[in-house]
Structures are given as C-alpha cells and as structure tokens.
C-alpha cells in the first residue's frame, strides 16, 4: 500500500494574502476569448456545491477536431481563485490549438487534501465524459499548475486507487494517531472514465521542492508509469528539486529547466532561461506540453482498479487505458508484459501475492511504461460506507448529527477532513477548532454551527494500520443557513 503522510497544517504560502470577495469562485467573472467558443460557469461537481464550476474554451476548429485539452489549476493558497496572468497563457494556448479548462476545487478548508485532490480528477472525469460536446481528445489531456495548483496537479497526477493521503490527528494542540484517506474518490461521478494525465506542468507549489518541506513526496509513491512531469528551478549549482529527482530515481520522466529568477513560486511567463538563451518560462512551457500533450510519442499507461495492496482472497481487477483503440496486455507472473501477452478483454481475478503487470499498445505510438500492482495478503475486510445521504441541511445555533455507517468489516476508524469551518467567502481563514466532531470508534458526527455557511469534507472509514490499511471514503457538504 502507497500513502503519504503530512502533518495537521499543510501550508502552502498563499500567492496573496487578501480577504476579498473577488478570491471566491462564487464572484468569479471568466474572461472570454473572441478566437474560442466559451463555455463557462458550467457544474461539474455535485448540486450542493453550485457554487464551483468549470470554464472550457474550444479554439475555433472544425466540427469533427479532436484537440488536445489542458486543464489550468489556478493559485491561492488553497484559500482563494488567484488567477492574476493566466488569462494571458490560456490565450496563448487557444492560439496553439489547445482546449483550455479551468476547474474551481474546495477552497478555504483547514486540510485541503484529499478533497481538492478529488475536485480535480473530478474535473478530468468531467472532460472525458463530455469530450465529444467540447472537442476534446480524450486521450491527450494535461494540467498546469500555479501554487496551490501545482500542489493539486503533483499529487493528483501520481495518485491511483490504492493511494492513501495521512493526516495526524490533533486535539487541543495535542498530536495523536494517524488518520486515513483515500487519494481519489472511490465511487466518483463518470466513474467509467479515467482521471489519468498525460502530463503536466509545476512550479512546485510556494518555492522549491526539498526536504525542509511538509509536502515532500514518499518516494513508494512513485512509479515509472507516471505521467510526465515538467518544473523549474533557479539553483545557480545547477542542482535538480527533490521532486524530480525522486521521480527519475524511480524511472519517472521528469524535466526540469533552470531559470534566472529569484522564486520559482509561479514565476513570470517570460522569465529568462538559463538552460537554452534567448527562451523564456512559456516557451519551455509550450515546448514540453506540444511534445508530451499535442504530439506524444508513448502510450499513456493503464490503470490497474484496485491498485494492489492488501486484499482477504480472490479479487476481481479492472484495467482501463485513455485509448479507446489501444490494446492493453498484461502478466500476472510479475514478468514485463509484451505485445503476445494475455489481451485485456474482461476483469481479471487475483489472489494475495499476485503481482499484475500491464501495458498500453497503441498504432502510432510507443507501447507505454508497465504499470505494475502488487497485492498482499490480508486477515482484513474492506469496508464500505453504506449511509447514502451526502448532502445536508443545518441551522446555525441548533445542534446538528448524523450517523455514519460501514459494512464489510469491524473494528472501523472515522475520519474527517477538509473545510470544517463556515467561512467560505474569505481567503485563507483563521485556523479555528472545528464545530463538526466525528466520534473515531462510532462514525457520529456532530456539533452546533455557529454561523451560515457551507462545509465540504471527506468522510472515511478505515481498518488497519502502517502498510496494511483499508478504507473508504465519500464527500460530504453540510449546508448551515439562519
């Protein structure tokens, strides 16, 4: 099992430190482009949350165009819709032939992560599912990230189905044991259709990657199958991020490109390259995304549902590729798959101890990285959450509860995380103790809001511990009014 752990503040230096209702989604004005056919403020998350959409500009194309689509995560601190200069590099983009979205995600929560993480294969989902009406290439989708958005796209584009995030409890200032999540929704909507990248483009989040961070990366987190990454840096040594490095060490593609900047948080388009004279940020930027996104030379690798782990006895696995017409062939041998390998066509059954290998061969393309799932042995069982509701109603001063219920397994831990707290109209609120509680050993929550407002969290349930940890997990929106 792949999890990361990170402590109760994750912290990402906000692009801006402003209280203005002009940061909130919900007043959000979407630039329009003459050369594009927009559609904006369009739902792509659940009815309680109408006030996050999503903005997609299709460049001027024939009818029957399948273009490439890159989506924008924009910045803020994970407080507030920063999106200062990007209106620019969509243009830019537009002209380059390319479908630009930009999605919102969870805002203002006290532990962005998984929620955000979710938001944004939501939005990838989304894109795919609808890729017909919006021109889109299915199989030729990538994301840029500023800030808060390079954090959202670094730890979406890795992440699989048995990705598991970790938050330390912590009560009155006291640390306690470990809570776990899962990385993505395990029963997302347009759940038929893949979240997977093709690649994508980071700063990094506020500055470089390295070990003083909080948001460094377990390095059992990575695999040679991810997509393609691409960032920069201004070491005058010369000297390559944590993070790329760790990826190349496992055989991840990673590109990196030295700037002549102060800060690699978001830096200017035009900033001076020191690798090629004469290139700026974008050039590089649209050098990586033509290459990796428009024009791929590799098969995107598949996605192996569930991605190993512990498993109680024979368990049916699903392989799902980005390309419609691709073949995917796999071994359950831990050998490298080869084009004579069994071709997918059904589920496959496993047993603990399997380890399943796949591949994608596409016409025109290189057959992609192997993607590779090992599945242990476990006495556990999985649960599964079976309290249907996901959204609900609640009056400030009046106490609120709901119980939450699991099947499947005993012994079940409840988590929560995400935005627990009222304000959704301010970026970046005070840290404040919560007015939702959830009871760890029993899954009831509860508490009495104080004020208006709108809560969006995740709720999970979870057995077992360390590297032997099974759980589930669904969104939640608690709607407060007077």
């Known amino acids: ?76 601190g994970w407080g507030g819709k920063v999106t200062g200069g990007v209106t620019a590099e969509m243009k830019e983009l537009l002209a380059r032939g390319y479908v630009v979205a930009m999605p919102d995600y969870l805002l203002g929560a006290s532990e962005p992560v998984p929620q955000t993480i979710w938001d944004g294969a ?9 890729s017909a009406k919006y021109r889109i290439d299915p199989e030729r989708i990538g ?6 958005g390079g954090w959202l796209a670094q730890y979406l584009a890795p992440s699989d189905s048995s990705t598991l995030w970790a938050i330390e409890e912590r009560s009155g200032g006291k640390r306690g044991q470990m809570m776990f999540f ?17 690649a994508f483009v980071t700063d990094w989040g506020a500055g470089r990657l390295d070990e003083k961070r909080m948001h460094k990366w377990n390095p059992s987190w990575l695999s040679p199958d991810d997509p393609p990454v691409f960032t920069c840096h201004n070491s005058a040594e010369g000297e390559v991020p944590l993070g790329p490095r760790m990826l190349r060490a496992v055989g991840g593609v990673a590109e990196v490109v ?25 050039q590089h930027v649209h050098d990586f995304l033509d290459r990796q996104v ?39 041998d831990g050998s490298v798959p080869t084009a004579t390998s069994a071709r997918y066509d059904r589920p496959v059954t496993v047993k603990p101890g399997t380890t399943l290998r796949a591949m994608v061969i596409r016409d025109g393309l290189q057959p992609s990285r192997v993607a590779t799932a090992v599945f242990t042995a476990t006495k556990l069982a999985r649960p599964r959450i079976t309290t249907p509701q996901r959204a609900f ?32 109209t ?22 009495t809001p104080p004020a208006a407002g709108v809560c969006v969290f995740v709720v999970s349930a979870a057995v077992g511990d360390g590297d032997a940890v099974l759980c589930d997990g669904v969104s939640v929106v608690v709607t407060i009014t007077e």
């Open 1 to 76: 099992m792949r999890w990361l752990a990170c402590l109760l503040e994750l912290l990402c230096a906000p692009a801006m430190a402003m209280a203005q209702d002009r940061y909130d989604p919900a007043n959000y004005k979407p630039p329009q482009f003459a050369e594009a056919d927009c559609h904006l403020r369009v739902p792509f998350l659940p009815e309680a949350r109408n006030w996050e959409r999503i903005d997609v500009y299709v460049p001027k194309a024939p009818a029957d165009a399948k273009l490439p689509c890159v989506i924008f995560f924009y910045g803020g």
């Open 122 to 130: 939501a939005a990838v989902r989304f894109l795919r599912a609808n």
């Open 143 to 148: 994301a840029w990230g500023f800030s808060a």
């Open 182 to 198: 899962p990385m993505l929704d395990p029963n997302p909507a347009n759940g038929d259709f893949s979240a997977r990248l093709t």
């Open 258 to 282: 030295q700037l002549d900047v102060k800060n690699t948080h978001s830096p200017n388009p035009r900033s001076p390259s020191r690798d090629k004279p004469g290139w700026t940020w974008r």
């Open 294 to 332: 428009k024009n791929p030379t590799v098969a995107t690798a598949p996605e192996i549902l569930p991605h190993g782990g512990p498993i109680g006895g024979p368990t049916e696995v699903t392989l799902r590729s980005v390309h419609p017409a691709g073949q995917i062939r796999y071994t359950t």
């Open 393 to 424: 109603a609640a009056k400030v001063g009046r106490p609120f509860e709901v119980q939450f219920a699991a099947e499947g397994a005993e012994g079940v831990q409840w988590n929560i995380a995400g935005k627990l707290g009222v304000t959704r």
């Open 426 to 447: 301010r970026t970046n609120p005070p840290r404040e103790e919560p007015w939702l509680t959830m009871d760890r050993k029993t899954g009831r929550l509860c508490g």
